[in-house]
């Protein structure tokens, strides 16, 4: 969105645009807002980070250290947090199926 341009301009006339406007700070903000896309994911964030935050802390830390990184194993997840990988599956599981009922 931030790199869009829209239709390129194949008038090669000559003479100077009259009453132009250059203000691609307001066009920027005004795509942005405008585009419905952009709008329902973040809409879906907010209520993700709003249903996480009803959770257990540990459960909050453990699905969000696992997402944080595309490396991040279920093995290194069981490490850091000193439980079994089965039992950080499990909550990953429970969050996700609350999640799914609430979205």
Do not use: C
């Not at 194949?10 to 691609?24: L, M, V, Y």
């Not at 709008?39 to 830390?61: G, H, N, S």
């Not at 453990?62 to 950080?88: C, D, G, L, N, P």
């Amino acid at each position: 969105l931030r790199n869009d341009r829209g239709p390129t301009d194949e008038n090669i006339g000559g003479g100077r645009a009259q009453n132009k406007h250059t203000r691609p700070a307001d066009d920027m903000l005004i795509r942005l807002e405008s585009d419905k896309t952009l709008q329902t994911l973040v809409k879906q964030k907010e209520d993700v980070e709003r249903w996480i935050a009803t959770f257990e802390p540990d459960k909050q830390k453990v699905v969000k250290y696992y997402y944080a990184s595309k490396s991040v194993t279920w093995v290194k997840v069981a490490q850091q947090f000193h439980i079994s990988e089965r039992t950080a599956i499990a909550w990953r599981t429970e969050v996700k199926h609350i999640l799914g009922a609430v979205l």
